[in-house]
């Protein structure tokens, strides 16, 4: 189905556009129709027309200012531009926005649905491309958790040599030549931990994790946060790899330019 907008101020035009249209490509077509610019830039904004198909000379705002105001909001629409009068005054501008062909009136109707027929054209192949790239990053979204996971746990178990940890940070496009790795474990707070200086306060938790409760139980809460947090990782650190759960744990390398970590305390 393609949206297309028909924008000609004579009744005459639009009805004809509109018959042609409709024999030529029957029910493929959604189409509207407007009279003025003002009122072809107010309709676009709500349908978002595939294809606009645009007299130059229309009432208060002309074709090309109409056209320049809609791809701004709608960058993707194509735009076929009608005119009676000598296109060379508004040609460049009119290229400058993108038009895709020039019809003169009177409008034949060979041309005219050829024209159609190589813009619907060219949105399908847009359509196919855009698929295309949806599913290679669906792909891509699923294949790099588990890139990510044999990086990090290669590095935890150390059995892996240099050249295949090269490899996963080819594919996982990480240029820095060191970084570190770090365990994010969550759990309960087990009893004997409490702040003595605040009863009612959990002391600061540190070391492996293995002190935290209910790791079971924590780990099949975690896995409803796992997304979130390795999104709030990745924006820490763009390159940062995260391993799968383990438990109530979640091995994670940050990249890091430098052998050596160096903390800011924010003091001079």
């Known amino acids: 189905m393609y949206r297309v907008l028909l924008a000609d101020d004579e009744g005459i035009a ?53 056209i320049r105001e809609i791809r701004k909001f709608s960058p993707a629409t194509v735009f076929i531009v009608l005119t009676a009068y000598d296109k060379f005054s508004f040609a460049k501008d009119a290229l400058d926005l993108g038009v895709m062909s020039f019809l003169t009136k009177p409008l034949d109707r060979k041309v005219f649905v050829d024209t159609m027929t190589r813009a619907m054209a060219g949105i399908d192949r847009t359509r196919e491309q855009r698929s295309r790239e949806l599913s290679n990053r669906e792909k891509l979204d699923a294949v790099v958790p588990m890139i990510e996971s044999g990086l990090v746990y290669s590095l935890l178990l150390l059995d892996t040599s240099p050249d295949v940890t090269a490899n996963y940070c080819n594919l996982l496009e990480i240029p820095e030549s060191y ?45 409803k946060y796992y997304a979130k947090i390795r999104e709030i990782l990745k924006e820490y650190s763009a ?15 940050i990249p890091y330019e430098s052998a050596k970590w160096t903390i800011s305390t924010g003091y001079g």
Do not use: W
């Open 14 to 66: 639009i009805d004809s556009l509109t018959y042609i249209m409709d024999k030529e490509f029957h029910d493929r077509c959604e189409v509207r129709s407007a009279r003025s610019g003002r009122a072809v830039i107010e309709m676009a904004e709500t349908f978002r027309p595939d294809i606009a198909v645009m007299d130059i000379r229309m009432p208060g705002i002309d074709g090309i200012e109409a």
């Open 179 to 223: 970084g570190f790795v770090a365990l994010l474990a969550c759990g309960d707070v087990a009893s004997g931990h409490e702040n003595p200086e605040q009863p009612n306060a959990s002391a600061p938790l540190t070391g492996s994790g293995d002190h935290l409760g209910n790791p079971i139980g924590t780990g099949i809460r975690l896995q």
């Open 239 to 253: 390159h940062a790899v995260i391993g799968q759960i383990m438990m109530n744990k979640i091995p994670v390398f």
